[in-house]
């Protein structure tokens, strides 16, 4: 088995600033990803990265950056936070570079003052 | 458009009555996966489906490709199972899956 954590688990910002979130998985894992989730909605894909050094654009990237410093670890920033940026963030890992079945860490949950 | 749409978006049901989620794709899904995403917001995983069923004690979960749906039902509802539901389709040729918007699940003692 694996695990995946997040950091941290709640962010406080204030509007305009940049503001970065870790992602680590211990499963070895090819593909990470990134996801967003407002209340009472669906996830939403932002960034995924499918090896060390990748990244891909979701339906969400604008707005934010993301890095693959390793195969073990993603990060996304919010590059300027936004009033309506009160959501959760979910990262996400699957074994293979072409999908497959995606396993979740418990989330940052967001507020922007 | 949705191109992955659940139904019911929500539901109640007594303990120790059973039910039935769906998904329907407008794409052409070739995987699909079903979390639970409980109170705390966890997501956990239920199944992970090529076109088949898969079963898992009191849950038991189809994909039927050709026709673009997949079910998941629940037997013998216990008060834990409350939560949100959630489909997601895995399309050929993308490294990506695309999210339902869920179904709120409430058991009710």
């Known amino acids: 088995g694996g695990i995946i954590t997040q950091t941290p688990k709640f962010l406080i910002g204030q509007e305009g600033q940049k503001l970065t979130l870790k992602c680590q998985q211990n499963?070895?894992?090819?593909?990470m990803y990134w996801y967003r989730q407002d209340s009472g909605k669906g996830l939403r894909l932002i960034y995924y990265?499918?090896?060390?050094?990748?990244?891909q654009k979701g339906d969400l990237s604008e707005g934010y950056d993301a890095s693959r410093e390793k195969k073990s670890s993603f990060s996304l920033t919010v590059t300027s936070a936004q009033k309506n940026e009160m959501a959760v963030f979910l990262c996400?890992?699957?074994?293979?570079?072409?999908?497959?079945?995606?396993?979740f860490g418990p989330g940052t949950r967001l507020t922007v003052l | 458009g949705d191109k992955v749409k659940q139904s019911p978006s929500a539901l109640s049901l007594q303990e120790g009555t059973n039910s039935a989620l769906r998904c329907n794709f407008s794409i052409a899904a070739t995987t699909v996966q079903w979390f639970l995403q409980n109170p705390r917001g966890s997501l956990i995983n239920l199944f992970y489906?090529?076109?088949g069923t898969k079963e898992n004690g009191r849950l038991k979960s189809a994909f039927d490709s050709k026709e673009s749906y997949s079910t998941l039902h629940i037997r013998d509802a216990q008060l834990e199972d409350s939560g949100t539901y959630f489909c997601a389709a895995e399309a050929p040729n993308t490294n990506k899956v695309v999210f339902g918007t869920g179904t709120r699940l409430q058991v009710l003692p």
């Open positions: 990265s499918i090896t060390e050094n990748d990244l």
């Open positions: 489906l090529v076109p």
């Open positions: 499963f070895n894992h090819d593909t």
């Open positions: 996400a890992s699957s074994i293979r570079d072409w999908g497959g079945e995606q396993y």
